[in-house]
């Protein structure tokens, strides 16, 4: 049996993310899909809502699991028994980077392979942090992340850095 993991950080988890766990689902019997809990960059989402809306945009993919993780990427493939890491590619500049990873990964676990796919088109632009920048600053963002994305990312929208409501009350007297 073939079992993945697909693991990303998914600050939020975008349609380009859906696109890959959804296809690499179809090439291996078992898909475990990593979020990873503590990267070195700041975040928008804490462990608990990315993994929460993580599991709803992914709950129609039957042979998926999701799981949060710490440490190393290799260890976490190990400890669920997986010997692929399923990564996405975007771009000519993400070739590089996850070339450095695979083969960082390698050297420390020369069992496990890395399996890239190539983004589709349609979401061969769309990054965790495009999507956050365009909701943001209130652009349309349906097409690009999943129902429960959208409003968790509208609802951050209403508030500034500072936690305070966008919303402005103006009263309208008749
Ligand atoms: P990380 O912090 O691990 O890079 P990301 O959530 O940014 O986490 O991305 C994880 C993986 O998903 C990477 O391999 C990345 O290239 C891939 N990925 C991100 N966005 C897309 C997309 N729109 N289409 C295909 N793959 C993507």
Redesign the pocket.
């Known amino acids: 049996m073939k079992r993945a993991i697909y693991?990303?950080?998914?600050?939020p988890i975008?349609n380009?993310?859906v696109?890959?766990a959804a296809r690499a689902a179809q090439l291996f019997d078992e898909l475990i899909v990593g979020v990873?809990d503590r990267?070195m960059k700041s975040l928008l989402f804490p462990i608990e809502e990315r993994l929460e809306m993580t599991r709803e945009a992914l709950a129609h993919l039957k042979n998926v699991q999701i799981k949060s993780y710490s440490g190393l990427t290799v260890n976490f493939a190990k400890e669920q028994g997986a010997g692929y890491i399923v990564?996405?590619?975007?771009a000519l500049s993400?070739f590089e980077w996850?070339l450095q990873l695979s083969l960082a990964n390698h050297k420390l676990e020369p069992d496990i392979d890395t399996v890239c796919l190539m983004?589709s088109q349609e979401?061969?632009f769309?990054?965790?942090s495009i999507l956050r920048e365009i909701a943001m600053n209130g652009g349309p963002i349906e097409d690009l992340a999943p129902p429960v994305v959208v409003k968790a990312l509208r609802k951050k929208a209403m508030v500034d850095e500072d936690g305070h409501s966008r919303i402005q009350i103006v009263s309208v007297r008749d």
């Not at 990564?87 to 975007?90: D, H, N, S």
């Open positions: 693991p990303a950080t998914f600050d975008t380009g993310h696109d890959i990873y990267p990564r996405g590619l975007r993400d996850e983004a979401y061969s769309l990054s965790s």
